[in-house]
Nanobody, 124 residues
Framework: QVQLVESGGGLVQAGDSLRLSCATS????????MGWFRQAPGKEREFVAA????????YYSDSVKGRFTISRDNAKNTVYLLMSSLKPEDTAVYYC?????????????????WGQGTQVTVSS
């Protein structure tokens, strides 16, 4: 089992930056891919970013590419999502997720474990 705990969400203004963290515990050695998804009210949960065990492998949705940066500190078992130039449409609950297999990083079905989520609200 793998446990995921997100932190760092909050209320910010458009144009601001925010960094989310996801601390992992348990069988962390089994994790192949770590990702972030988000879900806005009334919308489907959507892919945001992912990073492989080899931190050179990163993936982003088109809507956040160039604004968000995912990183991973394997020594601390923590994944980060630095969000810059935030927009009101980035408002959502952000979920950290982990996969023990090498499936498609942007697909929800790839992931085995999910955190409880952290709220990010961007005001205009």
């Amino acid at each position: 089992q793998v446990q995921l705990v997100e932190s760092g969400g909050g209320l910010v203004q458009a144009g601001d930056s925010l960094r989310l963290s996801c601390a992992t515990s348990g069988r962390t050695f089994s994790i192949a891919i770590m990702g972030w998804f988000r879900q806005a009210p009334g919308k489907e949960r959507e892919f945001v970013a992912a990073i492989g065990r080899n931190v050179d492998n990163t993936y982003y949705s088109d809507s956040v590419k160039g604004r968000f940066t995912i990183s991973r500190d394997n020594a601390k078992n923590t994944v980060y999502l630095l969000m810059s130039s935030l927009k009101p449409e980035d408002t959502a609950v952000y979920y950290c997720t982990a996969s023990t297999n090498w499936g498609s990083p942007s697909m929800k079905r790839t992931y085995d474990y999910w955190g409880q989520g952290t709220q990010v609200t961007v005001s205009s």
